[in-house]
């Protein structure tokens, strides 16, 4: 039994001595960032209101990942059916539920940015870009 808790003993202390030598410090100020894009996450569904989250891809130590300014343009079948310029952290409501066999068209322009999607058919669902 002595003999099993050397061998035990002797293989924790080289672990240990092998996991501390493994460790390197990282300077995450020294990262270059890339440029920051825009993120759009809506899910349209029949039986619910329009919403969609804006905000900005961001590196490891930023932390300011909302829009500052921002505006959402809808369009239902070609047709423009709402600008929305007021938000709340990135968060857009538009009071309207989409209907079925529609194309729906989004353009978002936040902090100099824009990005657009559209969705069509039956199958309303998730857009993100």
């Known amino acids: 039994m002595q003999k099993i808790k050397q ?7 080289a672990s240990m001595v092998l996991f501390y030598a493994c460790i390197e410090k990282v300077d995450y100020m020294q990262i270059q960032t890339p440029e920051p894009k825009l993120v759009v996450n809506s899910y349209i569904t029949p039986d619910s209101l329009m919403e969609f989250f804006v905000h900005k891809t961001s590196g490891m130590v930023d932390t300011n990942i909302y829009i500052k300014t921002g505006n959402i343009k809808v369009w239902e079948d070609d047709i423009l059916l709402a600008t929305l310029s007021e938000h709340k952290n990135g968060h857009f ?10 194309k729906y068209k989004i353009v ?8 657009s999607a559209e969705t069509s ?3 309303l669902g998730i857009l993100c870009f």
Request: hydrophobic share 45%; no cysteine.
């Open 108 to 115: 978002v322009n936040a902090d100099d940015m824009e990005v």
């Open 7 to 13: 061998i035990f003993y002797s293989l924790f202390i």
């Open 93 to 102: 409501v538009l009071p309207i539920k989409p209907k079925v066999n529609s």
């Open 121 to 123: 058919g039956s199958g």
